[in-house]
């Protein structure tokens, strides 16, 4: 192997002290943050269970064991091989396995992975033993996702790219540990405020961001590339005095706009660096961006960044699942635990030097009941400061309990059907479209309580978002878990129906409830639909989700009773607003005061020092000066370009 990319002597060492002498070791490389060995004889490594687990215990480093190149089994012949040990109900195709020599790895995409895997990974381990090829498995979603298929496809074909980066990403972060002087985090965006989240954490000699959103609202300067003014809608990372190039990496909290829609930019303006996100994180993020894209376009707006800049983006993420320790650079390491929020959703723990410190940012969080995930995870290894969302921190933002909340909804549907009215729901693609399929599956497919004719449609980006959740089942609450195993996932029931580009088809006929994406009737779906309902009373708008303080549907909330749409001619037309505007909360994905408070009183251990964000300016205020009265702590609610000197 050449001197590039070398890792330094301690592991290297450590893994010739440890590996069997019959393996054959013929290199040892970084791949990202972790450690791959390449061995002639991969059977014997397998032999004994305990030496990969050993040898990483060592280095303090995932470990990955990969053939030589000159052991692997022809392709031909392994494919054969491979689908003659796989049992055939796994759902495996020909098409579904995929060689990748610079790895030497075999992608198997499988309906049941369980069963490519094996009781205790014996059925992968027969693969490798005869094969010499690792399998990487990977489920195929229950629904099709032109998402999932392109974000593999665009890894597998650049996995020359691949290769290199992680290399180059390894040696960077493996240099040897230099210790900081100081500590500190600057807000660049998203405090005392919603939107263009981002948070700058600088050492001595790292940088690093977690989030880098947009504030996707109309009428704010910036978010067209071609309109001027000062900006909100970006963070301030030009008031940061660093270069793109300073940046060593970017940690996502979770696929929503208002904490990733910014990353693209900075691959635009040359950062090379990696994003570390969760894997359901990196697919929803690659449907989120091009559809952003595709709206500006559509609206007759220059978008920030092109998709080759979403590609690029892509290409640099560098996946991670809850629970599991990364170094990001020499003296940082970061956990996700998770988040209750959307899919993939992180909070994130950093570790910053040997016991020097010890940041927790829960990015968006819930912590309370949802029917699709778990609520926030409250343990971990130490905090000395907290970061915490805001969103519904106010000391009236007390929702009512879930059962009330869902009856509160099912008693607006049906009345309004029954009135011979249609019911419009916003949503955000990611996040409460799936929580509220949850329910109406539940409420009409499952019981006889509520029985209704009317048809449910799906429109926007709703369907391939839910498509995504089925691919990563293990990223969602057990009985949801189970059912999309079982194939009996909640997201294809028949109560739904998908609406394909037939609006007004749907708008003609009688009663209906439409499911539609662009959570504040900021564009999309959402708006068409509303634009054509709005005017009669017998229908009904429900929103159960955020609307920021500026969006369409915060004042249509608020009573608007007339606003300007552009029509389908593209001219401003007036709409009066007669039909019936409801707001149930309790669906949110974003924790209540009550939950807020309830997650700082069971952090375990507790937090040193809080510091509240993402929420409009008093929220923010009255959540940190509660949380430092009620838990004898200090709690501020920092301003943008605020900075705090932790050490
Ligand atoms: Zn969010
Ligand atoms: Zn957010």
């Known amino acids: 192997m050449s001197e590039e990319g070398k890792p330094e002597k301690g592991i290297f060492e450590k893994i010739h002290e440890l590996i069997p002498g019959d393996a054959g070791l013929t290199s040892i490389e970084y791949e990202g943050p972790d450690v791959a060995i390449y061995v002639k004889n991969i059977a014997c490594v397998y032999d004994d269970e305990s030496t990969i687990k050993n040898i990483s215990a060592a280095i303090k480093k995932r470990l990955i064991v990969r053939s030589d190149a000159s052991a692997l089994m022809d392709t031909d012949s392994a494919l054969k091989k491979i689908l003659e040990i796989i049992p055939q109900d796994a759902g495996v195709t020909e098409e579904g396995i995929r060689f990748e020599k610079q790895f030497s790895q075999v992608y198997i995409e499988a309906m049941k992975p369980g ?17 010499k090829w690792v399998p990487k498995v990977l489920r195929t979603p229950t629904m099709n996702s032109d ?32 210790k900081s002087e100081w ?51 970006f963070p301030y990372l030009d008031s940061a005095n660093i270069t793109i190039n300073d940046i060593d990496a970017v940690i996502l909290t979770h696929a929503h706009m208002d904490h990733l829609g910014f990353i693209p930019y900075l691959f635009k303006f ?39 800049d979403i590609k690029t983006m892509l290409m640099h993420m560098i996946t991670r699942d809850y629970g599991e320790v990364t170094n990001v650079t020499d003296e ?11 899919l993939g959703s992180g909070t994130v723990h950093l570790h910053v030097g040997e016991g020097l410190y010890n940041i927790v940012d829960t990015g968006d969080m819930k912590y309370g009941f949802t029917r699709l995930f778990d609520p926030a995870d409250t343990n971990y290894p130490r905090i000395d400061a907290l970061f915490m969302e ?6 009236r933002d007390i929702t009512q309990e879930r059962q009330e909340t869902e009856n509160e909804l099912m008693e607006t549907i049906k009345r309004t059907v029954e009135g011979g009215g249609k ?41 391939g978002a839910s498509a995504i959740h089925t691919a990563y089942p293990e990223y969602l609450k057990a009985g949801l878990r189970n059912r999309i195993l079982n194939n009996n996932s909640p997201f294809e029931s028949e109560i739904f129906e ?20 662009g959570g504040m009737l900021n564009g999309g779906a959402s708006l068409e639909y509303f634009r054509a309902m709005a005017e009669d009373p017998k229908n009904a708008i429900i929103f159960v989700g955020f609307n920021s303080a500026s969006s369409l549907g915060r004042r249509v909330q608020n009573g608007l009773s007339e606003t300007a749409l552009s029509g389908e001619d593209g001219k401003l037309e007036s709409v009066k607003i007669n039909m019936q505007v409801r707001t149930i909360e309790g669906f949110s994905g974003h924790s209540d005061r009550r939950q807020l408070m309830s997650f700082v009183e069971h952090l375990k251990p507790s937090a040193k020092k809080v510091y509240t964000m993402h929420g409009e300016e008093p929220k923010c205020e009255d959540l940190a000066r509660s949380i430092a009265g009620r838990f004898r702590i200090e709690g501020r609610a920092p301003m943008n370009l605020d900075s705090i000197r932790f050490k």
């Open 332 to 342: 940082i390491k970061l956990t996700y635990h998770n988040a209750g929020h959307i």
């Open 115 to 131: 069963l490519v895997i094996g009781k205790g990974g014996s059925t992968l381990v027969r693969i490798i033993k005869e094969t």
């Open 390 to 395: 805001s969103t519904y921190g106010g000391p």
């Open 498 to 517: 998908i609406a394909k580009g037939e609006r007004n088809d749907i708008l003609d006929k009688g009663p209906a409830v439409i499911l539609a994406s």
């Open 270 to 308: 040359g950062y090379n660096g990696p994003v570390y996100c969760t894997p359901p994180s990196r697919d929803l993020a690659a449907l989120l961006l091009y559809d952003y894209t595709k709206l500006v376009q559509r609206s007759g707006g220059t978008p920030l960044y092109g998709e080759k």
């Open 183 to 233: 500590l500190k985090a600057t807000a660049l965006g998203g405090f005392k405020e919603v939107g263009r989240s981002c948070l700058l954490l600088e050492t001595t000699h790292s940088k690093i961001l977690i989030d880098c959103g947009i504030s996707p609202e109309p009428g704010i300067k910036g978010l067209d590339a071609a309109s001027g003014g000062e900006n909100k809608a």
């Open 423 to 463: 019911v419009l729901m916003p949503l955000f693609a990611v996040g409460r479209s799936q929580e509220l399929m949850l329910v109406l599956e539940s409420y009409l497919a499952n019981s006889n309580q509520y029985k209704l004719e009317t048809p449910i449609y799906l429109d926007g980006m709703i369907l």
């Open 147 to 178: 998402v999932i298929n392109g974000v593999r496809q665009l890894m597998f074909r650049e996995s020359d790219f691949r290769k290199k980066f992680l290399i180059g990403i390894g040696k960077k972060i493996n240099q040897p540990a230099i």
